[in-house]
Structures are given as structure tokens and as C-alpha cells.
């Protein structure tokens, strides 16, 4: 795996591209950004992995979810450097004629065994999760 970043413009927009030529803008600003900042893109890493995870679980039990989207909310530590993320929390709201017990599985399964950007954040974060499943609450947070 090969990632490649360049500056673009002052004073921290980076351009990323991988190997088969997809990219990606980042920035260290907050105002007038030209992009993610790199802790947000690895929110959107680990919301992107388990969203993988979740929708192959599915259709591998010929579950096809209609909708997906996934919400994370990260804290970091205060006045810390480096400022690690200690809390994430993430709502997955699928719809999809799905059994429930097999969309909890799955989520269980991503975030506790195959998603890789978990287990990495996994020995200073402590992840949360909620499923909403068809516009219903399943869990009140695990």
C-alpha cells in the first residue's frame, strides 16, 4: 500500500493519492478549509472500514441494506500533545428489510474483530455505538 501526500497551497492544504490514482484534499485550518483535517479523516476512516465491514456481513446472508449512513463523534484529550482521540461514538443508521439480530451481529463483528482502523484506535479509545435500524433506536449505546 503506497500513499503519497503533497502540499498544495500555504499554509496546510495536502493533496493524498493512493497508487490507483484516487485522492483526497486535507487541511490544518479550520477557516476557509481546502479540506479534512487529518484527525476528522480518521473518523472518516474508521466510519468508512466498519461501513464495509457491516454491508459484506449483510449481503454475504444475502441482506441487501438500502441505506447506510454512519455518524462518529470523537473526543480527544484536552491540552495533550499529541491529542489522541479517548472517546468515539457512532451511530449507524441502516434501512434495509434486515432482522435485527443480524444487523447487531454485524456491527459486533466490524467493530469488535474485523475492522482494522478499530483495532487500531482501540488502545486509546474507548468506541461507543448506537443502531438505528429502519428510523428505530435497537440500542441505547454499547
Same mark, same amino acid.
Given at each position: 500500500?503506497?500513499?503519497?501526500?503533497?502540499?498544495?497551497?500555504?499554509?496546510?492544504?495536502?493533496?493524498a493519492?493512493n497508487e490507483?490514482?484516487q485522492?483526497?484534499?486535507?487541511?490544518?485550518?479550520?477557516?476557509?478549509? @481546502?479540506? /479534512? %483535517?487529518?484527525? &476528522? !479523516?480518521? *473518523?472518516?476512516?474508521?466510519?468508512?472500514?466498519?461501513?464495509?465491514d457491516?454491508?459484506?456481513i449483510l449481503?454475504?446472508?444475502?441482506?441487501?441494506?438500502?441505506?447506510?449512513t454512519?455518524?462518529?463523534?470523537?473526543?480527544r484529550?484536552?491540552?495533550?500533545?499529541?491529542?489522541?482521540?479517548?472517546?468515539?461514538?457512532?451511530?449507524f443508521?441502516?434501512?434495509g428489510?434486515?432482522?435485527?439480530? @443480524?444487523? /447487531? %451481529?454485524?456491527? &459486533? !463483528?466490524? *467493530?469488535?474483530?474485523?475492522?482494522?482502523?478499530?483495532?487500531?484506535?482501540?488502545?486509546?479509545?474507548?468506541?461507543?455505538?448506537e443502531?438505528?435500524?429502519?428510523g428505530?433506536?435497537?440500542?441505547?449505546?454499547?
Amino acid at each position: 500500500m503506497i500513499v503519497t501526500v503533497k502540499r498544495q497551497s500555504e499554509p496546510f492544504h495536502f493533496l493524498a493519492s493512493n497508487e490507483e490514482g484516487q485522492s483526497l484534499t486535507m487541511d490544518g485550518v479550520q477557516e476557509n478549509a @481546502k479540506g /479534512l %483535517r487529518p484527525m &476528522q !479523516l480518521l *473518523l472518516a476512516a474508521l466510519g468508512g472500514c466498519s461501513g464495509i465491514d457491516i454491508v459484506s456481513i449483510l449481503e454475504k446472508q444475502h441482506y441487501i441494506p438500502t441505506d447506510i449512513t454512519i455518524t462518529l463523534h470523537g473526543t480527544r484529550e484536552k491540552d495533550a500533545i499529541p491529542s489522541l482521540f479517548k472517546e468515539i461514538f457512532i451511530t449507524f443508521s441502516i434501512e434495509g428489510d434486515i432482522p435485527l439480530d @443480524k444487523v /447487531l %451481529r454485524a456491527v &459486533q !463483528l466490524s *467493530l469488535e474483530k474485523y475492522c482494522s482502523v478499530a483495532k487500531t484506535l482501540e488502545p486509546t479509545a474507548v468506541i461507543w455505538s448506537e443502531i438505528i435500524l429502519n428510523g428505530i433506536n435497537i440500542t441505547d449505546g454499547e
